[in-house]
């Protein structure tokens, strides 16, 4: 901010709620001061996809040894003796 708007803005006169509310409307008439509905807050549920289908094959077919140990390893489904 240059000086001479730190100045205008020092020397200002002060405005009361009501001028401000009418001048914010004259530069904004549709503004309803409403809240936006469309945008959804928290968890959004959906179809399960191809990826989600492949998570859980793989996750039935291996299983987790640790981080250095391996990682995801597949499960051994041979015939034991």
Not at 24 to 45: C, E, M, Q, R, T
């Amino acid at each position: 901010m240059s000086i001479e708007m730190k100045r205008k803005w020092a020397t200002r006169e002060p405005k009361n709620c009501r001028e401000i509310t009418e001048k914010h409307l004259a530069f904004h008439p549709n503004d309803l001061s409403k809240k936006n509905s469309s945008i959804s807050a928290g968890v959004v549920w959906r179809s399960t996809t191809k990826h989600d289908k492949y998570l859980e094959e793989f996750y039935k077919t291996h299983h987790y040894l640790g981080f250095g140990k391996g990682g995801w390893v597949l499960n051994d489904e041979g015939e034991e003796e």
